[in-house]
């Protein structure tokens, strides 16, 4: 069956430090990759998201993931993390034609 | 314009019940996705509408979960004789298309007594 697996559930990092955020897929055909935050209090929103292209994909506020097709990896990172970016974070595969599989969600805290 | 918006933002009923859950998807986005979310878990993907038609109906939990949509506007989610193990958030998002980005509301926590 296909999922997602986010390793991280909880990470708690001091502001300025860096980010990477895991996510594995199972599914060995053609794949969307998406990352979603969810901030305190708000809804669900799309942070980047892979269809094809280059691998490396830019999304908002600094983020960025790659996406590594050999390790069906498709981890989320951030150079340097801000107070503000404390949020849950959602990896999610669209692997058929409409069908979206979510992880578990890393819950992330950053300390001022 | 408006966002998904989503009624009740919360239900509290008693076990053995019927609970009707409504998604107001953003005026113009013909696709419609239904999510459930269980304490601790991912989001558990339920239900898909291309306009009204739900193509694929096999991630509904049980037969006592339906959904339809009119119109290819508003959507209803139906929990029949709910069970405690009901008890989640249940996620409504739209998109202009498959895969377009998917715009979330902001979720009905139902609790079953």
């Known amino acids: 069956a296909q999922s997602v697996s986010q390793h991280n559930h909880h990470v708690i990092l001091s502001e300025a430090a860096s980010l990477e955020l895991g996510c594995n897929y199972s599914?060995?055909?053609?794949?969307?990759l998406f990352w979603y935050v969810q901030y305190p209090g708000q809804h669900l929103q799309l942070l980047l998201k892979?269809?094809?292209?280059?691998?490396l994909v830019k999304g908002i506020k600094g983020f960025e993931a790659e996406f590594i097709k050999s390790k069906f990896s498709f981890n989320l990172r951030k150079p340097s993390v801000q107070w503000s970016d404390t949020a849950e974070y959602f990896c999610?595969?669209?692997?058929?034609?409409?069908?979206?599989?979510f992880g578990t969600g890393t819950r992330l805290k950053v300390l001022a | 314009g408006a966002g998904v918006s989503q009624s009740p933002s919360n239900k509290v009923t008693e076990k053995g019940k019927d609970v009707e859950l409504r998604c107001d998807p953003i005026?113009?986005?013909?696709?419609l996705y239904w999510y459930r979310q269980s304490l601790g878990q991912g989001l558990e993907f339920l239900i898909y509408?291309?306009?009204?038609?739900?193509?694929?109906k096999s991630g509904l939990p049980s037969d006592r979960f339906s959904a339809e949509r009119t119109g290819g506007s508003v959507s209803t989610l139906t929990i029949q004789r709910t069970q405690q193990e009901d008890s989640a958030v249940y996620l409504c998002?739209?998109?202009?298309?498959?895969?377009?980005?998917?715009?979330f509301g902001p979720g009905t926590r139902l609790l079953v007594l």
């Open positions: 005026s113009g986005h013909t696709a």
């Open positions: 509408f291309q306009g009204n038609s739900a193509p694929d």
């Open positions: 892979y269809f094809s292209g280059d691998p």
């Open positions: 999610a595969v669209e692997a058929g034609t409409y069908k979206y599989i």
């Open positions: 998002a739209s998109s202009r298309g498959q895969r377009e980005t998917q715009y």
């Open positions: 599914y060995g055909g053609t794949v969307n």
